[in-house]
């Protein structure tokens, strides 16, 4: 299932997000899904994320679609030159992976293998190009493609409570001439903020899913703060997670958190990102605390 | 060695302005540019378009220099709507460093392995042959962003700083920065 078909059918999109392990033992990572996230339409599978060497995205992907979930194939220009990423779409496609998330990704010198090369070929907004292109039945060089085309949801990133949301727009607005089909938005913990920024991104008809991070601990909040970019966790939400710290440590507060912020960003988006970072158990507490159940 | 080619001349003329200042760089000994007979061309198809100046210098790339040949020419070049400029990325951004009009440049300038040049400057060029500049406040994309992202920024800065070393200003931010202060 395409995720530009359930935006058609003005259906309040939600996706889940696993990261593949360093190794290829996925067990626990299938077990926990099969579990934990068949509440959701789809489970982004990350990119070797943070520049971290990992187990292939689209290995993950298939393993997922092959244990009935609809996987979100998450693809970076930093690992590889316009050939490969379009030759990975080619195959994602061949899989009857569709939904993918087209992204620039970190720097290697961020990662665990920080004397590689990045490549850094193509750009997200060119990714987005490409992938459109191969839909249209050509390469990004206007090689023709044999048989059957390609078929995508071409998803996106951006980050709403950045610290220049200007350059976010701009950016934005590059992909959605590019061809992006939806958003999933960086963790989100200022309603206004977003509300604001979504006034503007609103205009670009195109559907933002509101992302979210279920905070584990103040420490964790602290450490987004200081190193994620576009991230920004008000000392309030910091405070709430300190003052009861084995709450934090169980989950009620981070879910609490979570459940209060989308309630109060969900009027103004089409769909929510879940990024649970291994609490795929806490996902489904999260979606019953919604004030507005989904009309599916 | 540096090689650069004029850019399509639909795309120089939509460029000036009323008053147009048109300076040629020819610095480098190796400098492959656009020969003579086209740039006297050029001059005179911008003669009938605009209020034309004209310099011939070299080393634009080279601050010291430059700032001399902006106080000797100060009365055309404070006057200017607009400067178009025919050197490499170098030079282009550093004369857009030191004015407060828009600066473009009607070359693209082309990759060729060994010396460039002198280009004693904290601006680089790359020669990527399609030069961005005139779509980017003259801040080179390709040599300013560790990423040389052409597109926008990559989301990676934190309080316009770049992800790979908190002591690089984000390229892209320093483009919005420079557009936003023209407005």
């Known amino acids: 299932m395409l995720l530009t078909e359930l935006f058609g059918q003005r259906k309040f999109v939600i996706t889940g997000e696993v990261g593949p392990p360093k190794g290829i033992q996925i067990n626990d990572l299938l077990h926990s899904a099969d579990k934990h996230l068949r509440c959701v339409d789809a489970i982004n599978v990350t990119d070797c994320q943070a520049s971290m060497m990992k187990l292939g995205s689209l290995a993950t992907c298939k393993a997922l679609l092959d244990h009935g979930h609809t996987p979100v194939f998450q693809l970076v220009c930093r690992d590889r030159n316009r050939i490969a990423l379009q030759s990975d779409l080619l195959s994602a496609a061949f899989f009857g992976i569709n939904n993918v998330l087209l992204l620039t990704g970190d720097h290697t010198t961020l990662g665990d293998a920080p004397e590689s090369k990045p490549v850094y070929d193509l750009d997200s907004v060119s990714l987005i190009q490409a992938a459109a292109a191969l839909e249209k039945g050509f390469d990004l060089n206007g090689n023709k493609l044999e048989g059957e085309l390609p078929r995508f949801a071409k998803g996106a990133v951006v980050s709403p409570c950045s610290d220049n949301v200007d350059v976010q727009l701009f950016k934005m607005l590059a992909k959605v001439n590019a061809g992006a089909d939806f958003f999933q938005t960086q963790t989100v913990y200022e309603p206004e903020k977003f509300i604001d920024f979504m006034e503007i991104a609103s205009g670009f008809g195109v559907p933002v899913m509101l992302g979210m991070v279920i905070l584990k601990s103040a420490n964790m909040a602290r450490f987004m703060n200081k190193n994620i970019a576009g991230v920004s966790i008000p000392q309030g939400i910091i405070d709430e997670l300190d003052n009861d710290k084995d709450k934090a440590r169980s989950g009620v507060t981070g879910v609490n958190i979570a459940t209060r912020v989308i309630n109060e960003c969900q009027e103004f988006c089409q769909g929510l990102h879940i990024m649970p970072m291994g609490w795929d158990d806490k996902v489904a507490e999260v979606l019953t605390g919604l004030k507005n159940k989904r009309n599916s | ?183």
Not at chain 2, 20 to 40: F, K, N, W, Y
Not at chain 2, 110 to 117: F, H, R
């Open chain 2, 1 to 183: 060695m540096l090689v650069t080619k004029l850019k399509p001349l639909d795309e120089i003329f939509s460029l000036v302005q009323k008053k147009t200042v048109l300076i040629c760089c020819e610095g480098c000994r190796d400098v492959h540019s656009p020969d003579d007979r086209a740039i006297a061309t050029l001059r005179g198809l911008l003669f009938s378009r605009t209020d034309l100046s004209f310099v011939v210098t070299s080393y634009v790339c080279y601050r010291e220099h430059l700032e001399l040949l902006i106080q000797n020419n100060a009365s055309i070049i404070d006057d200017a709507d607009v400067i178009l400029v025919l050197s490499c990325g170098a030079g282009v951004q550093t004369i857009a460093d030191f004015v407060s009009c828009p600066v473009y440049s009607i070359c693209d300038t082309i990759s060729l392995p060994g010396y460039q040049g002198l280009t004693p400057s904290e601006f680089n060029c790359i020669g990527c042959e399609s030069c961005h500049l005139n779509k980017t406040a003259s801040i080179c994309p390709v040599t300013s962003c560790v990423k040389g992202l052409v597109n926008g920024a990559c989301g990676g800065a934190k309080n316009g700083m770049c992800e790979v070393d908190v002591s690089i200003e984000c390229g892209w931010v320093r483009i919005f920065e420079r557009v936003e202060s023209r407005k």
